[in-house]
């Protein structure tokens, strides 16, 4: 039997470059709609060993604005658009300010557009890349998806958002980078699985380097996501993006962290891991 949606974590590192784990990035599936949230580096390496290429996704949603969340967005747009035999748009959503780093990237992919549609003679458009910007309190359906946008609090990089993904009587929420709030603890509400990017504040607070510690005012602890997870009676939580960069040898210490405050299943994630609801 086929899941009513399908969440694979594509990309779980830290804004570092880890040879194991891509940056951050997450699949979700629902009723054959292959949705996109966020963009990380390496993000289509994960997404072929996943089994859903560029040509198969349906749109791309960021969460904010930060390189380390859309480094790979010109990779993804440039081949979506050249292996689909047939034209097909690829829509991005996000937060305002979307289209000016969307306007950016393919730019900067003039060059390369030129070239191709100088060599394909079947190539007779560029890439075609909508831009929807979100305000925070929408809701739409894509494909046989519907997503409910909220607000987050990851000032200044603001505004910034929380996607909902319900299919078939389903959801889940990607929460991106945040701290507690109010926009959050709405689209959690019984939701099935909550995917929450977290910080080890008690160990970031004993580097001494202002630069990383400055990590700690706009990123949920590991405690503060398990705590958004019991108050929206979540299902499942999985903790992901961990900073600082996490070693599997010292996942079980995230895992009891959210264990003290969820008592839900929780999985502290790797590249590649696949959470089926329904």
């Not at 590192?13 to 784990?21: E, F, H, I, Q, Y």
């Not at 749109?59 to 790979?72: E, G, P, Q, Y």
């Not at 990017?197 to 700690?216: H, S």
Request: net charge negative.
């Amino acid at each position: 039997m086929t899941a009513s949606i399908e969440v694979v974590l594509l990309g779980t590192g830290s804004p570092l470059p880890d040879p194991n784990r891509a940056g951050p990035a997450t699949l979700v599936r629902a009723g054959g709609t292959n949705l996109l949230v966020d963009c990380g580096r390496g993000v289509l390496l994960r997404a072929g060993a996943a089994g859903t290429p560029a040509a198969q996704l349906d749109a791309v949603l960021l969460t904010h604005l930060h390189s380390d969340h859309f480094t790979d967005l010109g990779d993804v747009i440039t081949t979506s658009w050249i292996t689909n035999l047939e034209p097909k748009a690829l829509p991005v959503y996000g937060p305002a300010r979307t289209r000016e780093v969307v306007d950016g990237v393919l730019a900067s992919l003039g060059p390369d557009v030129e070239y191709r549609l100088a060599h394909h003679d079947d190539l007779t458009v560029g890439p075609d890349v909508p831009v929807t910007e979100l305000g925070g309190d929408e809701s739409f359906e894509l494909g046989a998806a519907r997503v409910v946008v909220a607000p987050t609090e990851h000032r200044p990089a603001s505004p910034s958002l929380a996607y909902r993904v319900e299919h078939d009587g389903h959801s889940v929420v990607l929460a991106g980078d945040t701290l507690p709030c109010a926009g959050l603890d709405h689209l959690c509400a019984g939701v099935d699985v909550l995917v929450h990017t977290v910080i080890r504040a008690d160990i970031i607070r004993n580097i001494p380097v202002q630069r990383l510690q400055d990590v700690c005012d706009y990123h949920s602890t590991v405690e503060q996501a398990a705590q958004t997870a019991a108050r929206g009676a979540v299902g499942r939580l999985v903790l992901t993006h961990c900073v600082p960069p996490l070693q599997p040898e010292n996942a079980s210490e995230w895992h009891a962290l959210a264990a003290e405050h969820f008592d839900g299943v929780i999985d502290v994630a790797e590249d590649l891991l696949r959470v089926t609801v329904g």
